[in-house]
């Protein structure tokens, strides 16, 4: 790899605005979106449907053009450029393959329209059917494929043009929930393997945060917020984030004292949430969140320095490994809690008993709007 190359993120995406016009109605699909993709990264776009994810996609890919902004692949802006001149490969939810063609040539379409010589097509998928786990099955047709067999045949086609990066919209979703999880470990071993960019597009968080290196959270065609999988969980910058990824547990409050780097929410009667004091002033109003697996719940009082709320339990939801609560709390919120089960232990309360919530200053996190 060259030093201008090493530099030079694999996908830029600077101003990026899409507008779709018909029947007297412009409908603004992205609304100025800039990122920076990595070589070698796998990133994910995450948002509900209708954020804008396919057609920033889309637009890398050179199926749509921009209405302002720039997609740059590997430093060069691409504007105008076909999707077949483009060094980037898509694979769909709906593998679309050719149904009258083997595996193998199905895999090798692509190749054979380049001109690439037979045998060394027939070589190239061979080695890209090993990677996929589908050595062996070259001569069948896609309907003697299961599902997920289906979609790796998709990506061995997709991968087999040497693409430096490949674009995946919600490949996984047509399939079953198990499949899907054997798939995701596939595709993260898939990647490592041949070591290029992967943009992965869904709209599920556990999907999104099992197999990124970085997720770009999308809301009403704009980025919320871009990170690791631990930084958007554990630090979800808006409301939207926290509310989206995961059980995001809102609570809010004034500052009532500031001390030794803490902001204290005091809510009288020994009750107190105390949250990284940041740029929190006395007086301010503040919202927060805490993630359900950070709270203990107990009978008993807590310790003083910790966030203190008590309530009482409207649900329990036993999962097998975890059990799930609902609290109701003193400010007239509901708050959600994950325990852990211990193999022998009894359920910590019961619906309509009292209990104590507390969580450490640094588990919950003032947030913007
Ligand atoms: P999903 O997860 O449902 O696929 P998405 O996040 O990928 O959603 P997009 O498909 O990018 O969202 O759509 C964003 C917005 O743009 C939506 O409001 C959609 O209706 C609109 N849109 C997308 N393509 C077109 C088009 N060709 N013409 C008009 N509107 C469009």
Known sequence: MTETQSVLPAIELVGLVKEFTGNGETVRAVKGVDMRIEEGEFFSLLGPSGCGKTTTMRMIAGF???????????????????????????????????????????VAFGLRRKGVAKAEAAGRVGEMLEIVGLAGREKRRPAELSGGQQQRVALARALVNDPRALLLDEPLAALDLKLRQSMQVELKRIQREVGITFVFVTHDQGEALTMSDRIAVMNDGRVEQLGSPREIYEHPGSKFVAGFIGTSNLLSGTVTELRDGVAVIGLGDAERIVVPAGDAVMGADLELTVRPEKIDMRVEEPGADRSRLRGTVTEVVYLGTSTNYNVRT?????????????????????????????????HSYAIGA
């Open 64 to 106: 749509d053009e921009p209405t302002s902004g720039e997609v740059r692949l590997h430093g060069k802006d691409v504007t105008g450029v076909p999707p077949n001149k483009r060094d980037v490969n898509m694979v769909f939810q709906s593998y679309a393959l050719f149904p009258h063609m083997t595996v193998a040539d199905n």
């Open 330 to 362: 003193s400010l007239g919120t509901t708050i959600t809690v994950f325990t852990q089960n211990a193999s022998d232990a009894d359920d910590i309360a019961v619906r309509g008993d009292s209990v104590w919530l507390s969580w450490e200053p640094r």
